[in-house]
Every structure is written in C-alpha cells, then in structure tokens.
Nanobody, 125 residues
Framework: QVQLVESGGGLVQAGGSLRLSCAASGRTFSSYAMGWFRQAPGKEREVVGVISGSGGRAYYAEFADSVKGRFTISRNNAKNTVSLQMNSLKPEDTAVYYC???????????????WGQGTQVTVSS
C-alpha cells in the first residue's frame, strides 16, 4: 500500500513557476513508476509526465506534448518524494494536479494503482 500527498499548488501569474511535490509512504516507493496527471474543470484527467521506477536503470521521463520543455520531473527515493517543476506557466495549465504510483511507466490512468488527493494550480493571465 502506498499513500500519496501532493503539495505546492497555488496561484501564479502566467510565465511564472511552481514546484509541486508528492510525498509517499511505503518502503517500496523506489520501485514504482510515478506519474503526474491533471484535471481541468469540465475536462478529463490527462497525463502531464511520468518517471520510471528504479529497475536498475537510469530514470527516464516522458511528458505530454503540451508541457514539453516547460515541465520536469525528479524523484528522491531516499525521501520518498517526486517533484514536478513547472516553468513558463500558461492559463491553460490551470487544473488540479495529481500524483500517482504504478508498476510501470504508462500514460493511462488505469495503469496507476495509488493516487493522491490533488493540489490546485491556478495560472492567471
């Protein structure tokens, strides 16, 4: 069982930056792939970016086209945290952001087993 708690959301002006963090419980955190998703009002939840678990290989990350070059993901297995650094924010980035843990790198919601409660990000124009 893994419990996830996001933090770091807030209100920021367009062009600004925010760093979201996700704190995880559980001794097997390092083995999980971690994903960041977002859901805007009236829209379906969508993937933002994902990062692989340990698996003996270097970590790799994938991002949605809409955030490539602006968002980065990092993880600290010693602290059981994964972070989403968001730069050059746009009003269309406004959404509730969720972190999730799953057995493999994937972009589909159903591939993730554990979810946080979400944190609101609002980007003003």
């Amino acid at each position: 069982q893994v419990q996830l708690v996001e933090s770091g959301g807030g209100l920021v002006q367009a062009g600004g930056s925010l760093r979201l963090s996700c704190a995880a419980s559980g001794r097997t955190f390092s083995s999980y792939a971690m994903g960041w998703f977002r859901q805007a009002p009236g829209k379906e939840r969508e993937v933002v970016g994902v990062i692989s678990g340990s698996g003996g290989r270097a970590y790799y990350a994938e991002f949605a086209d809409s955030v490539k070059g602006r968002f980065t993901i990092s993880r600290n297995n010693a602290k059981n945290t994964v972070s989403l650094q968001m730069n050059s924010l746009k009003p269309e980035d406004t959404a509730v952001y969720y972190c999730a843990a799953g057995p493999k790198v994937a972009r589909t919601i159903s591939d993730y087993l554990y979810w946080g409660q979400g944190t609101q990000v609002t980007v003003s124009s």
